[in-house]
């Protein structure tokens, strides 16, 4: 049935699959050098929120793959629908990584420019944005634009309504969608058992009629290339993919939550062992296509990055809290003046 997504995940690093091709070295290794990259800025974003630089920081490591291959398995003209957790994506498209900050800094809903990055602002309500997705999706296939939509989601998010909407809609009007599903086991302390009881989250594209396909998502080669396909999938008219990416997330849900109680250290040490940029090495360095000294050139040019972002984050944010008010309606409601006078009144008080 080619509906149906594989019984186990594909992978591709360890064993070949006839279905999907693995990506020519220079796209992998530029997936390994984003990766390094994305791992020294999520690092380095955590050790911010330390610092009280950030109120609050989702790492993604672990997920780089996942990441990287989503920003790398679309073009310029595409459009990308992130989370809160997308960081790394987001860096690895070419957004600026302090205007990707911005929000976390608490100066602005939104650091960089939507429209000319043709990228969502990162969404903290689950699964709402996969609805904006398959809206705006919907919208280029009427255009004629040729554009695609790729919208990143958790494993938690699939149980919310907006989720299932979406998936219904897109599959009705054959909207150029690819929604990537990031299983990471966890929706905050909840593990996907007590989640869903689906065969797999790849299966809930199915009964809407959505082609489906799960795919290690530890396993960059094959995150790229099954994203290769749905994207290729979407682009060609057949309508919307989903591709279920299993993986984990290594570090607490953010800075504030300790995963220590609802997580074993062994089940941590397990996914340790199966970390995609160390996998990727392997794969490069066995195929010639990667030795010491370009892993060394990597890592500096990592560090480079980081201290980049870490000496621009200093200068102090020019917050003005009546921006908060700005935007929401054409016409201020009266609790909105009421509350924008209080504000006033406080600002005048310090
Ligand atoms: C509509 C909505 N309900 C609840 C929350 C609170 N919340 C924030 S993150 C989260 C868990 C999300 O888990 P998952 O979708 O697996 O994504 P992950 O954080 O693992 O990347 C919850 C319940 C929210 N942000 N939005």
Request: glycine residues 8%; charged residues 25%.
């Amino acid at each position: 049935m080619e509906w149906l997504p594989s019984s186990t995940p594909v992978g591709l690093l360890e064993q070949p699959d006839a279905r999907y091709p693995v990506p020519e070295p220079p796209r992998l290794l530029a997936a390994y050098r984003a990766m390094v990259v994305g791992r020294r800025f999520d690092a380095q974003a955590t050790t911010l929120t330390k610092q009280g630089r950030l109120a609050v920081y989702p790492s993604s490591r672990g997920q780089e793959a996942c990441q990287v291959g989503a920003a790398l398995s679309i073009g310029a003209q595409d459009w990308l629908f992130p989370t809160y957790r997308d960081s790394v994506a987001l860096v690895t498209r070419g957004i600026d990584p302090v205007e990707v900050l911005t929000l976390l800094r608490g100066d602005w809903h939104c650091g960089y420019d939507v429209p000319s990055t043709r990228t969502a602002p990162q969404c903290t309500p689950l699964a709402t944005q996969t609805l904006h997705a398959v809206g705006l999706a919907h919208g280029e296939a009427r255009k004629g634009s040729g554009a695609v939509a790729l919208v990143l989601i958790g494993d938690g998010a699939t149980s919310e309504g907006d989720f299932h909407e979406a998936l219904n809609f897109a599959a009705v009007f054959r909207a150029p969608v690819v929604f990537l599903v990031q299983n990471n086991g966890y929706a905050i302390s909840v593990p996907l058992a007590k989640q869903s009881a689906a065969p797999s989250l790849a299966h809930k594209g199915i009964g809407y009629g959505v082609r489906s396909e799960q795919v290690d998502g530890n396993d960059a080669a094959a995150v790229l290339s099954v994203l290769d396909t749905a994207v290729a999938h979407a682009r060609s008219g057949a309508g919307p993919f989903l591709v279920e990416a299993h993986t984990y997330r290594m570090e607490a849900h953010t800075n504030a939550d300790d995963a220590g109680r609802y997580r074993s250290a062994e089940e941590v040490e397990r996914w340790r062992q199966r970390d995609p940029i160390d996998r990727l090495e392997r794969h490069l360095r066995a195929a010639g296509h990667l030795d010491d000294a370009a892993v060394e050139r990597i890592g500096a040019e990592a560090e480079e990055f980081a201290a980049q972002v870490r000496e621009r984050v200093q200068d102090e944010p020019s917050t003005d809290p009546e921006e908060l008010f700005r935007h929401v309606y054409a016409e201020p409601t009266p609790q909105l003046r009421e509350q924008l006078a209080e504000l006033r009144a406080e600002q005048e008080a310090l």
